[in-house]
Nanobody, 123 residues
Framework: VQLQASGGGLVQAGGSLRLSCAAS????????MGWFRQAPGKEREFVGY????????YYADSVKGRFTISRDNAKNTVYLQMNSLKPEDTAVYYC?????????????????WGQGTQVTVSS
């Protein structure tokens, strides 16, 4: 599976962005997907997850109520809608396919990764 993340950019605090992650190579609809982010000098952290069957979603506490994950299997794309952005949301955002080898909140529970897209939130 190849993943291409896009939609990042510079936004003021309180603003919104929608990230996209386009997949190719295998049957996208069979994969549960996750979003992670990594700020400079910090470890990559879990943002959210969407299951492949029912579209169930789970979020990190830090983004719950502000971020929403959705997917369009017909377009092989998963989205991350980010509202009420804060400066602490500044990071490179990555999408990944969930392998099931570990809890969905851990980096090594995912196998295929996109290249990342930069999100910068100014105060």
């Amino acid at each position: 599976v190849q993943l291409q993340a896009s939609g990042g950019g510079l936004v003021q605090a309180g603003g919104s962005l929608r990230l996209s992650c386009a997949a190719s190579g295998r049957t996208f609809s069979n994969y549960s997907m996750g979003w992670f982010r990594q700020a400079p000098g910090k470890e990559r952290e879990f943002v959210g997850y969407i299951s492949w069957i029912a579209g169930n979603t789970y979020y990190a506490d830090s983004v719950k109520g502000r971020f929403t994950i959705s997917r369009d299997n017909a377009k092989n794309t998963v989205y991350l809608q980010m509202n009420s952005l804060k400066p602490e949301d500044t990071a490179v955002y990555y999408c990944a396919t969930y392998s099931g080898r570990r809890s969905l909140r851990f980096v090594d529970g995912y196998d295929y990764w996109g290249q990342g897209t930069q999100v910068t939130v100014s105060s």
